[in-house]
């Protein structure tokens, strides 16, 4: 991993790329990895990047990113219909 990283800064750097730009990259990948692995949860992304949530929530602003599009990018897609199972039938109860 040291090596990949090692690669990448000397891209970065031979490309032109500003510290100010590379580390702000760096955040905001590293950031929404932990936000991803938590479906969004802020309080336990921050827990697990060792910060307060109030920290979380104002880096993320700093950093362009929409906590409510981050939420309900990470949701499950609602189901509007309910897929057939076979083998159930309703019943009428005859009242």
């Known amino acids: 991993m040291?090596?990949?990283l090692d690669n990448?800064?000397?891209q970065m750097y031979s490309q032109g790329v500003s510290y100010a730009d590379a580390v702000r990259e760096f955040k905001k990948r590293y950031i929404l990895e932990?936000?991803?692995r938590h479906r969004g949860n802020q309080c336990k992304a921050a827990e697990e990047l060792n910060m307060h949530r109030n920290t979380l929530s104002?880096?993320?602003a700093e950093l362009g990113l929409d906590s409510v599009q981050i939420r309900?990018?990470?949701r499950r897609p609602v189901r509007s219909v309910r897929p057939?199972?076979?083998g159930l039938q309703i019943v009428s109860s005859g009242r």
């Open 2 to 4: 040291k090596r990949d």
């Open 8 to 10: 990448l800064v000397l």
């Open 34 to 36: 932990v936000l991803s």
């Open 58 to 60: 104002r880096t993320l």
């Open 72 to 74: 309900q990018g990470m």
């Open 84 to 86: 057939d199972r076979p």
